[in-house]
């Protein structure tokens, strides 16, 4: 299903742990940061929306998404139950989106390999900045509560496994 054809706020707070327990670090870019930013406003949002205390919320910020790698790895040694690393990649000109974008999900896919702390992808790859506006807050909702709500919902899974 094609984000068009859902909104990525919705989630049914009856199916979603509480997350009163759980400690997040959150790791954001500072590249786009008109949409990271509204990416993680909606991820406190919707991690407050579920119990999560304030004080339990560690953010970081890193230059750009490339170096979500090391900031998350760096943010899974710390005492935290998920990681939520946030981005925004837009096409430029050039193939360079392909390699960041390609590097940052494999990057992250070897975190959540290697280590026992979940990391969450939370990174738009869009064409444009429109495409990228209508993901973190716009008519599509905002993948920052997406990521939010599957990192409690990881957190949980570890507590129980
Ligand atoms: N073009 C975008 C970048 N590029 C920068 C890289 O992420 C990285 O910081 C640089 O290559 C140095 O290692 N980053 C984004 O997050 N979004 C972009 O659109
Ligand atoms: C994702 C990028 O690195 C990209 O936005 C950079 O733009 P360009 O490809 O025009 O150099």
Known sequence: M?????????????????????RFGIVVSEWNDNITEGLYKGAIEALLDCGAIKENIMRWDVPGSFELIYGSKKMQEQQVDAVIAIGSVIQGETKHFDFVCEGVAQGIKDLNVLHDIPVIFCVLTDNTMQQAIERSGG???????????????????????
């Open 2 to 22: 094609a984000t068009a054809n859902k909104n990525l706020s919705h989630y049914d707070k009856s199916t979603i742990p509480n997350a009163k327990e759980f």
């Open 139 to 161: 008519i599509h909702g905002n993948k920052g509560a997406e990521a939010a709500i599957a990192a409690i919902k990881m957190a949980e899974l570890r507590k129980n496994n």
